[in-house]
């Protein structure tokens, strides 16, 4: 299921209280601790690719767009 579903799911369900709570129980996704979907890029909200160094949390594409501005240079 993807995230859209799973909004326009909920949004469907929350006037029946108990359908939503049940919904809920068996179908809600889990909280990610580690791996690639732990981390969203703030900028766009992609979560593959992700630079975390020097705690920038950007994807590689808005990294590469952003990073003059952020004071890095281009070598080579």
Known sequence: MTASDWNKITKQLTRKT?????????NKPKERKNGIA?????NCGRMGAHVGQY??????????????????????
């Open 18 to 26: 108990a359908k939503f709570k049940k919904f809920l129980k068996h």
């Open 38 to 42: 732990s981390k969203k890029c703030e």
């Open 55 to 76: 705690k920038i949390n950007l994807c590689r594409q808005c990294f590469r767009d952003l990073a003059i501005d952020l004071g890095f240079r281009k070598y080579s």
